[in-house]
């Protein structure tokens, strides 16, 4: 665990917004549809590495988004039903991901940020470690 | 209009480009937030400013009586389907645009999502659309606009990562069931890049291209592929690379194949409950075969047999004399929907078995059965013995 106010260089927001939690790194890309239950936010793809896991109330570090295009209403109802993760930390931008969270935002007023970030910051981060993310997409940790 | 521009901000593109069609993928009811969603769009007054087709609803609109889910659950789906007819979308509940009609043709800027759709109309139409899903599709249907950015430019087109196929034989080839496969191998390994792949039979069959997409857009998050010598904008391997160096070059073996086999089956021993075929939705083609080895035989009395298509196809199977052929052999034809996404499978605590790499992969998340991936004939061979029936004979010496 590093000391508090390491920023990470450049991230690129998608999606701004600030929001804290505790980190889950998932080995694998996610597609939140047929990978994630919107209702309990539990990972439920069998081929997926993190399979069981809760995504809700995380912050989920993953490589970029995967598979179905339905991914960006799974997440919608997943903010709605509050059952999302915190924030999305990607290394590859996913316009299907940010796209959730910007219509959770214009229906809800309330969407959760997703950041691409560089690969040394996303490399060093390790599940369980409390992060915050800023608004500019820094990193707090 | 703020989505549409919203998304071209977060993706740090500054200008949007004209589209002749949109493939929407929203109708599918996940939630009270896709109602609350196209209800906001309906109360605004939205409609449609190009021709827009639908994806798969979670019901089979025309056999409501095929669903066995929550009956709230299905009102709120049918609510849902009847806000983006009323947006102007064309009832085509199809997860298989392109067997309609008016597919878009080479070069043509379109909208679409469903992954599965999004990568036959770059790959083997040569139409353009970036991977758009759920929420972007109608808000660009409705505005007719998109961001200039992805797969509708030139220079995103262009394979970066080449595939190269090793010591697969003609005769593996010469099989349906190997392109799906494939199709995974390809995904996995491309991320969301663009693959080249070298090395296939030339002038493959849409099948076959279609089968290998949609694979590939099951395991990655690819929105486009080029298959040399089969493609429209492969012709040759350089003019599908721009003549550039490829970034990676990966070589596929038989192994590879029959290890993305293995593992889209989850279990193994002969019990069989169900066969579901058509994900995408199956094609006329496709149907082609299931009808010749169906002919004169009957589904044993203990496998569920559906095979999901669209309502266009179901039309053509019926001026066929195809559907009354397929329903007194056994087989439930499933349309508007898939056998994944929705209620209908009677038994989901044994073991199913598809010709679909997309449906191997989803199906255990989604509905909690176990899964036996095969070839088309093997599932059809299987339906009639009513166990599970593998010809291990095309994978020996692997």
Not at chain 2, 133 to 149: E, M
Not at chain 2, 339 to 364: E, H, N, Q, R
Request: a negative charge.
């Amino acid at each position: 665990m590093r000391g508090c106010g390491q920023v990470s260089e450049q991230p690129v927001v998608l999606v701004a917004g600030s929001a804290s939690g505790e980190v889950l790194c998932l080995d694998e890309s996610l597609s939140f549809w047929g990978g994630v239950d919107p209702r309990t936010g539990e990972i439920v793809d069998h081929h997926h590495p993190q399979h069981g896991c809760t995504v809700s109330g995380r912050v989920i570090a993953m490589p970029s988004g995967r598979g179905s295009s339905s991914s960006s209403s799974v997440l919608l109802e997943a903010i709605r039903s509050g059952s999302a993760p915190e924030a999305i930390l990607v290394l590859e931008p996913d316009e299907i991901l940010s796209l959730g969270s910007i219509v959770a935002g214009e229906l809800y007023g309330r969407s959760l940020p997703v950041v691409v970030l560089d690969e040394a910051t996303y490399s060093s981060l390790v599940t369980g470690e409390t992060v915050a993310v800023g608004e500019d997409g820094s990193l707090h940790r | 209009m703020r989505i549409v521009v919203r998304l071209a901000e977060s993706m740090g593109v500054d200008h949007l480009l004209d589209i002749t069609g949109a493939h929407v993928d929203s109708c599918l009811y996940h939630g009270q937030s896709g109602l609350d969603f196209a209800g906001r769009l309906v109360e605004g007054g939205a409609s449609v400013a190009v021709p827009t087709t639908l994806n798969v609803s979670s019901l089979d609109l025309l056999h409501p009586e095929l669903y066995r889910g929550d009956e709230a659950e299905g009102e709120a789906a049918r609510r849902m389907a009847g806000m983006y007819e009323e947006m102007g979308c064309q009832p085509t509940w199809t997860c298989a645009p392109y067997h309609l009609e008016n597919r878009p043709s080479f070069g043509e800027q379109v909208a679409w999502a469903e992954s599965n759709a999004i990568v036959f109309a770059n790959s083997v139409l040569g139409a353009r659309t970036a991977r758009y899903g759920d929420l972007i599709d109608i808000s660009a249907a409705i505005t007719g606009r998109v961001p200039a950015a992805g797969l509708h430019l030139d220079d995103n087109r262009r394979a970066t990562v080449l595939f190269r196929l090793l010591d697969v034989s003609p005769d593996l080839l010469d099989l349906d069931q190997v392109y799906p496969l494939l199709g995974t191998v390809v995904g996995a390994a491309s991320g969301s890049r663009v693959p080249v792949i070298e090395g296939l039979p030339t002038a493959l069959s849409e099948v076959r291209l279609r089968a290998l997409g949609a694979g590939a857009a099951t395991a990655g998050s690819i929105g486009m592929f080029h298959a040399v010598g089969s493609t429209p904008e492969a012709p040759t391997l350089e003019s599908a690379m721009g003549g550039r160096d490829p970034h990676e070059v990966v070589e596929v073996r038989t192994s590879d194949l029959r290890a993305s086999r293995d593992q889209l089956c989850t279990v193994s021993g002969s019990a069989l409950s169900s066969v579901c075929l058509g994900t995408p939705h199956y094609s006329i083609d496709e149907f082609q075969v299931v009808v010749a080895l169906l002919t004169g035989r009957r589904v044993h009395p203990d496998v569920d047999f559906y095979v999901s298509t669209g309502r266009s196809v179901l039309a053509e199977l019926e001026l066929r004399g195809w559907a009354d052929l397929l329903r007194s052999a056994g087989v439930a034809l499933v349309v508007d929907t898939c056998t994944y996404v929705s209620a209908i499978l009677a038994d989901t605590t044994g073991t199913a078995m598809t010709d679909s790499a997309k449906w191997a992969w989803y199906a255990p998340g989604n509905l909690g059965v176990d899964v036996v991936f095969a070839g088309t004939s093997e599932c059809v061979e299987s339906a009639v013995a009513g166990k599970v029936l593998l010809d291990e004979r095309v994978w020996s010496g692997v």
